[in-house]
């Protein structure tokens, strides 16, 4: 009898940042985590791919040649600070390693089962990110330059605007790629607390035009998803940073979530909360392209949505932008004295306009913010395709292919 020999497919907990997209992606719910690892369980995984190409940072790409009997249990990967070293050759059974050798090398499938609801190409002219510069061994310094609050001091919603300064050390971005922060310190075991992941909220040439500098968006978490009080370790650490405080960076990651180049390329942005922050930074761009007498001619259409308008992020900056350069539609769901509306209660409101847009193969979508609203926000483009004559079964496929509809949710 031949034993049974698998590749096991492993996520490695020393580059992971947590950002649960394999979880969101895996069709067969092969992956869970606890509050410290994304493990896979080798019981479920069918080797399908779904979750290799979504991965901001490849820490999922990792596989360990093993008896399929001794394959790593999940209890054992939760525990884990670094994945196991691969098992020389030469400690498998002999008919394991014939196996092997017949397999061409045990060599993977890659029938990807495509599953995503969202793009996982980018734009056909984006330009070429750079990614995984800097990893946990080799993080970049960067000082703060800045910490503002940028909602309504006295609202329940503490979200700040917080510029960092790489001085002469290289960290490219693009609009749409986001980065980690190491969090000082230890966790209740004693062990580094990992790495969180932030969108970047400035364009390609920084925060500041010229500066070798970036922004975030982050909001303090005081309470977790059940509304029980939690203190946020990564978010109250950064939302706390004070000017000259120097923080621990990783990145760049990101290779899909990334704007058009392409002139004219319309631009359709719903967001919530702090998913502002890489619409910010496509926003700045042409903004800064207008100013140069560069103006992509593409509309820019954004639907954002927030508790209250003291609770919106960068309400005030929003509504100095010219009308006739971006159309703005907020949606506020706890607005004194005015009914709870969302982001695709108001892309309702305006479904001709959307409409037009998803007629243009010019276009391409932008969704980020909590996860519940991806599903309503899906629902409400499909009710505009349908209601207005458009196939949104074919149309949202060419969306997803062409690299025009991204989904950016947690
Ligand atoms: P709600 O008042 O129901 O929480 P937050 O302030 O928590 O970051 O949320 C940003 C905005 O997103 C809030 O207005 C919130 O409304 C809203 N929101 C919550 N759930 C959804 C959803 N499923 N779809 C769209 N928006 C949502």
């Excluded at 750079?130 to 910490?147: C, D, E, P, R, Y």
Aim: proline share 6%; glycine share 8%; hydrophobic share 35%.
């Amino acid at each position: 009898m031949t034993t049974e020999v698998l590749k096991q497919h492993l996520i490695d907990p020393e580059i992971c940042i947590r950002c649960n997209t394999c979880e969101d992606t895996c069709p067969v719910d092969a992956i869970t985590h606890d509050s410290r690892n994304y493990v896979v369980d080798a019981d479920i995984c069918n080797h399908c791919m779904a979750c290799i190409s979504p991965c901001p940072t490849g820490s999922i790409d990792n596989w360990r040649t093993v008896l399929r009997v001794a394959a790593y249990p999940t209890a054992d990967q939760l525990t884990w600070d670094e994945l196991p070293k691969e098992i020389p050759l030469a400690d498998l059974p002999v008919d394991a390693v014939a196996l092997l050798d017949n397999n061409g090398g045990g060599e993977l499938q890659t029938n990807a089962a495509d599953v995503s609801l969202g793009s996982v190409v980018a734009p056909a002219s984006a330009s070429q990110p750079t990614v995984n510069l800097h990893g946990i061994k080799n993080f970049i310094s960067a000082t703060v330059s800045g910490n503002f609050r940028v909602t309504q001091l006295g609202t329940e919603s503490d979200t700040h605007h917080i510029v960092l300064d790489f001085g002469s050390a290289n960290f490219p971005v693009l609009e749409g790629q986001s980065l980690g922060i190491i969090p000082p310190g230890v966790d209740a075991q004693g062990r580094a607390h990992h790495a969180r992941q932030y969108s970047i909220a400035n364009p390609r040439d920084g925060e500041r035009p010229g500066y070798n500098n970036v922004s975030l968006t982050v909001k303090r978490v005081t309470t977790d998803y059940d509304g029980k009080p939690v203190r946020g370790v990564a978010s109250n650490y950064v939302c706390d940073l004070k000017k000259g405080d120097v923080v621990q960076v990783i990145g760049p990651f990101g290779s899909t979530f990334l704007m058009p180049n392409s002139a004219p390329s319309h631009i359709l942005m719903i967001c919530t909360g702090t998913g502002s922050a890489p619409m910010r930074a496509m926003t700045e761009r042409r903004r800064r392209l207008r100013l140069a007498g560069r103006d992509n001619a593409g509309k820019l259409m954004l639907f954002f949505g927030a508790r209250s308008q003291q609770e919106l992020p960068y309400f005030g900056p929003l509504m100095n932008l010219p009308k006739d350069f971006i159309d703005i539609n907020f949606a506020f769901s706890r607005a004194v004295n005015q009914p709870k509306r969302y982001v695709q209660d108001v892309m309702r409101e305006r479904t001709d306009e959307v409409a037009k847009l998803l007629k243009d193969d010019n276009t391409h979508i932008y969704v980020c913010g909590l996860k519940g609203m991806e599903a309503g926000v899906l629902d409400a483009l499909r009710d505009t395709a349908v209601t207005n004559g458009l196939d949104w079964l074919a149309l949202h496929q060419i969306f997803r292919r062409e690299g025009r509809l991204h989904l950016e949710t947690y």
